[in-house]
């Protein structure tokens, strides 16, 4: 890359930000760790334009521009809270030897900040654990401090989307070694990939969502499918729970899910995000 068009690239993210979100266009956005660094950069191409701050306040540009093949991707964004649904999704429902019934409500549940992992990083296996499964996610990243926000308003606190893996050790989520909450069966370390890119500007509500283990699909199924929409899983946790900016909300995961072993690599794939991958690894 010449400095030319480094500088072209850099002097371009203010204008190219603002012009999007005037028009409604779809941006990339990527937190990265390069020279030692961490920051954040507009993805166009194989090129990722730096700016100074944060996804949720002004963006300066520092004239500073990276192949994206030499930067090492982070989870996207550093939520003060991660909340995750439970079954949101009939197919996922319906996976199981009996169905399960619909919820009334959305059924929200806590994952702590410490399962978040960076693309390409391992999901690592507690020692003793023997069923953890893969669950492919849309993941909703607030843009606006949310409370008390009604269904109507709820869609303009979102700033963008990005993929995640809610990966669950069901013999402690459900089984016969079943804990009092899922603080481990869902939070352990690792156990919440996320990215590689928060994407603003798209329509997630049509989305073809899948999971690949080992090349092999496993998952695959629409946003569209959610038993609650993002509106109204937004607006109901508001009720409750302020949402700050950067905060996530795993959407639920549809289909049927299966254990993964020492050696295996989980693929996420959520259209219009990217591809989100992971090996797997004994503790």
Not at 115 to 138: A, M, N, R, Y
Request: net charge positive.
């Amino acid at each position: 890359m010449t400095r030319r068009e480094m500088v072209a690239g850099a002097a371009a993210v203010s204008a190219m930000t603002s012009a999007a979100q005037a028009q409604g266009a779809v941006q990339k956005f990527a937190r990265f760790r390069a020279g030692g660094r961490v920051a954040y950069g507009l993805v166009t191409g194989e090129t990722i334009t730096e700016f100074d701050g944060n996804l949720f306040g002004a963006r300066k540009s520092n004239g500073k521009s990276h192949k994206l093949s030499a930067v090492e991707l982070l989870y996207p964004v550093e939520p003060s809270k991660v909340l995750a649904l439970a079954r949101n999704y009939r197919s996922h429902l319906t996976s199981g030897k009996t169905a399960a019934p619909e919820p009334k409500r959305p059924e929200f549940f806590y994952k702590p900040l410490t399962c978040l992992q960076h693309p390409g990083k391992p999901i690592v296996l507690p020692k003793d654990s023997t069923d953890v499964h893969f669950e492919c996610e849309l993941v909703v990243v607030i843009g606006k401090r949310a409370q008390n926000v009604t269904k109507a308003a709820a869609a303009s606190h979102v700033f963008g989307i990005t993929a995640g893996n809610d990966v669950s050790e069901r013999q402690w989520q459900g089984g016969q070694d079943k804990d009092i909450q899922w603080w481990r069966a869902k939070g352990s370390d690792t156990f919440g990939p996320l990215g590689p890119f928060v994407v603003t500007g798209l329509d997630y509500s049509k989305l073809t969502i899948q999971t690949r283990l080992n090349g092999k699909v496993m998952q695959k199924d629409s946003t569209g499918m959610l038993i609650f929409d993002v509106p109204s899983m937004i607006s109901f946790a508001s009720q409750y729970v302020t949402l700050e900016p950067g905060d996530i909300i795993y959407t639920g995961t549809p289909g049927k899910t299966t254990a993964m072993k020492n050696g295996d690599v989980v693929e996420v794939e959520l259209e219009g995000v990217g591809i989100l991958k992971n090996p797997v690894k004994s503790a």
